[in-house]
T-cell receptor, first 114, second 115 residues
Framework: AQKVTQAQTEISVVEKEDVTLDCVYE???????LFWYKQPPSGELVFLIR??????QNEISGRYSWNFQKSTSSFNFTITASQVVDSAVYFC???????????FGKGTRLHILP | ETGVTQTPRHLVMGMTNKKSLKCEQH?????MYWYKQSAKKPLELMFV???????ENNSVPSRFSPECPNSSHLFLHLHTLQPEDSALYLC??????????????FGPGTRLTVL
């Protein structure tokens, strides 16, 4: 069965610090997709990234980077030099080829303190 | 307008009322979704529509009734709701069905309070 675990319920860091959000997933499929979404206080889920299971290359987009490790079934998200605008709830999600659903983790609430 | 829009953004209703939530996507997508987000639960998928046909009903109570008249519009009709139905209701769309092929794009949600 599919499962996504975001063990960190809430994190607070001071602005300009780096912060890593953890995501561990479970699937029996060899073909699957992983996602990260950001949910600011306005409520809308903003798509950040999608990776497929065959591409383990880490990705960097500005201050955001993602570390995909199949060996540990993890897809962690790092924000470098955090800013107050990064404050939001971040969701990791998984979908495999057996099912058209996306399974979301419970989310990590990130507070960036000025 | 661009992206996925939802109206109203906030709704307060009594348990005997009937109301409808509206979602519209301007992305040319063919699949649309309703999700429920409660305070202490993960996002729960409620319904999936693909090319106007319902392909998923995730054991949702009949007091929630979806309608998809075309690929751009999705409604959620509400009647005789319970206080525990208070939540953020999110609409999403994707080019085709989700997951293996396509990313879902979300609207801002409707914050529903049932008194």
């Amino acid at each position: 069965a599919q499962k996504v675990t975001q063990a960190q319920t809430e994190i607070s860091v001071v602005e300009k610090e780096d912060v890593t959000l953890d995501c561990v997933y479970e699937t029996r499929d060899t073909t699957y997709y992983l996602f990260w979404y950001k949910q600011p206080p306005s409520g809308e889920l903003v798509f950040l990234i999608r990776r497929n299971s065959f591409d383990e290359q880490n990705e960097i987009s500005g201050r955001y980077s993602w570390n995909f490790q199949k060996s540990t079934s993890s897809f962690n998200f790092t924000i470098t030099a955090s800013q107050v605008v990064d404050s939001a709830v971040y969701f990791c999600a998984l979908s495999d080829s057996r099912d058209d659903k996306i399974i979301f983790g419970k989310g990590t609430r990130l507070h960036i303190l000025p | 307008e661009t992206g996925v829009t939802q109206t109203p953004r906030h709704l307060v209703m009594g348990m005997t009322n009937k109301k409808s939530l509206k979602c519209e996507q301007h992305l040319g997508h063919n699949a649309m979704y309703w999700y429920k987000q409660s305070a202490k639960k993960p996002l729960e998928l409620m319904f999936v529509y693909n090319f106007k046909e319902q392909t998923e009903n995730n054991s949702v109570p009949s007091r929630f009734s979806p309608e998809c008249p075309n690929s751009s519009h999705l409604f959620l009709h509400l009647h005789t709701l319970q206080p525990e139905d208070s939540a953020l209701y999110l609409c999403a769309s994707s080019p085709r069905l989700a997951g293996a092929k396509d990313t879902q794009y979300f609207g801002p949600g409707t914050r529903l309070t049932v008194l």
